[in-house]
């Protein structure tokens, strides 16, 4: 651990100089990504030094121990060292959580798109019902939201709808919501009081930097068309919502929430630009080799992960076994005990495997 930390420590020296070098400013993109490395190894460093501080208290007692006669001055090194083997301990599992690989798309923005799976109208009812519930985590984050699209449903809530997510490390914690939510419930339109199924899919992608996908305009098909939905009679009637085809992937983007058209294609062009990178980045790691299948993370829109049980006000995780009987709280935005949770399972999964 010690040698792994002492590397560490060198490239973060390393890095401190470059960023700082004139040649490297004027590289935006290696600037941007050398920034990012810096912040990411100034905590771990900051940690090792207060362990390094420890190691030097505990010689320093030692040393009071073996070569002091005087009774008062061993007992105070006696006590000082349970007190540094103690606070040594504690930063060694700070320093075993830290140098656990991190996602390096933690920090990012996110863009989240959900869409309405089995169960008809009831399923779009509990799509609108999730982006209420992610509305009011993301207000308790204190992070902002975009709207970029829509489809409303026959009977309410939404067929399907996309929005951003601004704020450090919102993708970060909202990843983990990646997956297929499951809802148990009398819908409203059920007449004899029966408990229906539906579900909606959740989809989290980290937002791509302008540095990370090479878009070329001539690889881009824009077409505008009229917005639908709430926002008055002009959206309805002028050609401000618009759609975007990546010509050699086939990927496709719109957006149709704000009235300009300029805006509307500066937002569709972030969730193209985010949808190529998801593909891209997959490509690569499969290349590398180092794709890995994580089951608490991995945000594979097909695994079902959670049940939403409103007979028994009931929500139950099935990646790591957790039930909470606080389903009125969940459903109106409280979600970061869960989120907590997957991210203890997490970093335990991670560190089993690091010793395997």
Known sequence: MIDKLEAIKVRFDEVSKLILDPNVMTDMKRYIKLNKEYKDLENIVSVYNSYKNIISNIESAKKILSEESDVELKDMAKSEIDLYFSEKENLEKDIKILLIPKDPNDDRNAVVEIVAGTGGDEASIFCGDLFRMYTKYIESKKWKIELVDFTEGTSGGFKSIVFNVLGLGAYGFLKYEGGVHRVQRVPKTETQGRVHTSASAVIVLPEAEEFDVDLKDADIKKETY??????????NTTYSAVRLTHIPSGIVAQCQDQKS?????????????????????????????DLRKNMISSGDRSDKIRTYNYPQGRVTDHRIGLTLYSLGEIIDGDINKIIEELKIAENAEKLKEGKE
Do not use: D, M, W
């Not at 917005?227 to 959206?235: A, F, H, K, T």
């Not at 300029?262 to 790691?285: D, F, S, W």
């Open 226 to 235: 009229c917005s639908s939905g709430p926002g008055g009679q002009s959206v």
């Open 261 to 289: 058209q300029i805006k509307n294609y500066a937002q569709a062009l972030k969730v193209l630009r985010t949808r190529i990178y998801e593909v891209e980045l997959k490509k690569k790691q499969e290349e590398e080799g």
